[in-house]
Nanobody, 113 residues
Framework: VQLVESGGGLVQPGESLRLSCAASGFTVSRYAMSWYRQAPGKERELVAGISSIGGVTNYADSVKGRFTISRDNAKNTVYLQMNSLKPEDTAVYYC???????WGQGTQVTVSS
């Protein structure tokens, strides 16, 4: 099982980013997948999740209406579309497979003017 995140970077407040999580060794549609983040000096927190059956999504209150989790079964990839980014969204973002669990290496997102 391997999870590889990409798409992080430095953006200004109000801009958007799309994170990708390319999975190998398993089929993403068969597992619940999540995105977590960890900011400096803070605990890791759940940002968004998507269920295996039905693709039901859930979000942290702090990102509801701004972030969208999705998956592309053909590409075996999970995405996190992040809009209207704020400085407090700055963190390392991790893709996870809840069963395991398995974690990616993380991708840095920095929101700063």
């Amino acid at each position: 099982v391997q999870l590889v995140e990409s798409g992080g970077g430095l953006v200004q407040p109000g801009e958007s980013l799309r994170l990708s999580c390319a999975a190998s060794g398993f089929t993403v549609s068969r597992y619940a997948m999540s995105w977590y983040r960890q900011a400096p000096g803070k605990e890791r927190e759940l940002v968004a999740g998507i269920s295996s059956i039905g693709g039901v999504t859930n979000y942290a209150d702090s990102v509801k209406g701004r972030f969208t989790i999705s998956r592309d079964n053909a590409k075996n990839t999970v995405y996190l579309q992040m809009n209207s980014l704020k400085p407090e969204d700055t963190a390392v973002y991790y893709c996870t497979r809840r069963a395991g669990p398995y974690w990616g290496q993380g991708t840095q997102v920095t929101v700063s003017s």
